[in-house]
């Protein structure tokens, strides 16, 4: 599928269409400019995928509590879930069966509050693309990278510019906007603090990923792999067009969450 002509044709034909922006947008994107450049395209409704990131966690606590001797390798990418069922599928039984996403669960909090929008999810990811089809396609989302979503403003010929009213129409001003660093899962849900030591292993970066998986089956004191393809987690994605250094994109990501903790 051409994901960009699809969103524009939508745009062209006037759909409604509802924008779930993944929390890695702050090292492409400036806050609020990205909310007016996205109504401008058309947008009624712009969502922080951050929120969807909170119910993820949400589901993964309970699923974690509800077997206290239960291991898991988390499952929000879907490189690492196709690379585990392709090539070691004896592993697949470690996943967090019954978590969403954060795209998933986001998708699902716009079909309830936006009945009748499509939802369109952008962000770092190119393999969000096969989870939305594959996966889970039932909120039918659309997924576009940042990089797409670039060329559609020059297609529109929008410019960055700020209408200081705009923000947000489902915000989550919590930690959840870390999800996109390494371990953000494990930190802003709270799980880096409650296990002990060593239970938690935090892994990012396709030549690390084998060597974690292997060592989580064979250590039992690892309760939990948190574990994300790319280098230096999302905010490494294929999806993001940057100069910056992984450290220089992880202080854009928490500079954003510390100006914005109280403003949205
Ligand atoms: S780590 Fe990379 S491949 Fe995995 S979800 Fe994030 S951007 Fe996609």
Redesign the pocket.
Known sequence: MNEPKALIDLIDNKEKLAAMLAPSFPIIFPYPAIITMLRKLGFAYVVEVAAGARKTNKELISLLKSDPNGRCITS?????VRMIKKQMPQYAKYFTHNVDSPMAATAKIVREQYPGYKPVFI???V??KFEATEDVPEPNILVLTYLELSEIFNHYNINEQVNPDDHFDISEPGMTRIY?IDGGLSQSSGLYGQMQDGEIKIV?GAQNNIAAIKEFDTNPKIKLLDI???SG??I????IKSNLTIEERKKKILDYYSSQLSTT
Not at 76 to 80: A, G, L, R
Not at 236 to 239: D, L, Q, V
Request: charged share 5%; aromatic share 0%; proline share 24%.
């Open positions: 929000p990418c879907p490189t690492v962000g770092p990811c393999m969000k996109p990012s994300l393809n790319c987690g999302c490494g994605g294929p999806g």
